[in-house]
């Protein structure tokens, strides 16, 4: 019983890692491979989960302590899945740090892109560009459709009640 306190997970990290789970699951959405064509490759794939990572965290900055605390184990918990993936795929230990770095690197370069094109808003030539440059690198997909559902989902994490976010609580809107 005391170890079930002790070694429970504190609210914060139970959120984060629920959040992170329907992060996942919504960037499984077969519309958005289907409809959307989003690549299905191992690239088309982080840049779809980074991108939910991402507005998840968009949502959640500049909320206090609690926010900051649910968005670190956002992190985290999608660094560490990243570092599992590349095991499972293959990647030797030596590799895998080298890996990280790089994934990371392409995260926080995203994460900052991602943030200045949402800065332009209603303006969407800047996340255009910036889905055209990752998302559809090697698809050369239109930008529309892809646009218009970042925006929406955008729209949609903003109406949700912050309390919700912060108990792990999600509504995505389907493609």
Known sequence: MIFDRLFRPRGAVRAGRALYSAAVDQARTPALYQDLATPDTAEGRFEIYSLHVVLLLDRLRGHGPAASDV???????????LDHALREMGVGDLSVGKKMRKLGEAFFGRAKSYEAAFAAFPQTTELSDLVARTIYAEAGAPTEPMVAYIRKQRDGLAIQPLEGLLAGEDSWVKP
């Open 71 to 81: 968005s670190q184990t956002l992190f985290d918990t999608y660094v560490t899945s």
